[in-house]
């Protein structure tokens, strides 16, 4: 008898474990249904192929909120100093488009290149990488030789 009661007694558990689970499921799809969606219209990725050291790269991720609430850009960071985010500080309406700007200076930085920009946004997940790469040509450099000749 005791069996049969402890049998009852889990079956009910996990029965009860199961609603709760579903009824948490189904509030967390409808809350993230609710939140703003970071829609690139392009790519998370733009190569600049291939320049001159010192030369200067820009480019705009052009986004839209595919959600229902207003997206808002908390922050944005680079991988490195050379790489500066512009973004909008309002929030961005439904359906609205925007963008955000960055711009790479190749100064000292030869060889290949591929920069991180973290955005954070009060979306799911809760930041969004995108990805400026290519390649930068060394500068020439003067000649050791040339330069003594002309100190002459």
């Given amino acids: 008898m005791k069996k049969i009661a402890l049998f ?19 509030e967390q799809k409808q809350a993230n249904s609710k939140l703003p969606v970071f829609a690139l219209i392009d790519s998370t990725e733009y190569n600049f192929g291939t320049i001159q050291e010192g030369a200067i790269v820009e480019h705009e991720f052009k986004f839209r909120n595919d959600g229902e609430y207003p997206l808002i850009l908390n922050n944005i960071s680079s991988s490195c100093g050379c790489t500066t985010p512009e973004w909008p500080k309002d929030p961005i309406g439904p359906k609205q488009t925007s963008s955000i700007k960055v711009r790479f200076d190749s100064k000292h930085k030869a060889g290949p290149q591929v920069k991180t920009i973290t955005v954070y946004a009060n979306t799911e997940p809760a930041n969004i990488e995108l990805r400026l790469k290519g390649i930068v040509n060394a500068a020439p450099q ?5 330069s003594v000749t002309a100190n002459k």
């Fill in 8 to 26: 009852a007694f889990l079956g009910l558990a996990v029965a009860f474990s199961g609603c709760s689970k579903n009824e948490k499921n189904g």
């Fill in 142 to 146: 003067p000649a050791a030789a040339d």
